[in-house]
Nanobody, 113 residues
């Protein structure tokens, strides 16, 4: 079965950086678009960034220029590099396979002001 395991969340001060990782198994990774979503308390889950199998990327307006999504098809992994973090980036971040109902367990990112 498909498994997505995230890591790399934590507590960071505003202006700091974090890198999230997601290791995937049980699918032909290189053929799938992968995405990072986030959900803040009391808010709906939102798409943060997406990367296709052809390495085309898409970002939410709120993170453009600060976050970078990347993938390593040899390691079956997708990453989210987050720079210039803001308190409003605080959320649980989820890795997902695009257009398929496969989700990781989520990793908490907390940005203090």
């Amino acid at each position: 079965q498909v498994q997505l395991v995230e890591s790399g969340g934590g507590l960071v001060q505003a202006g700091g950086s974090l890198r999230l990782s997601c290791a995937a198994s049980g699918l032909i990774f290189r053929l799938n678009s992968m995405a990072w979503y986030r959900q803040a308390p009391g808010k709906q889950r939102e798409l943060v960034a997406l990367i296709t199998g052809g390495f085309t990327t898409t970002y939410a307006d709120s993170v453009k220029g600060r976050f970078t999504i990347s993938r390593d098809n040899y390691k079956n992994s997708v990453y989210l590099h987050m720079n210039s973090l803001k308190p409003e980036d605080t959320a649980v971040y989820y890795c997902a396979v695009d257009r398929k109902d496969y989700w990781g367990q989520g990793t908490q990112v907390t940005v203090s002001s």
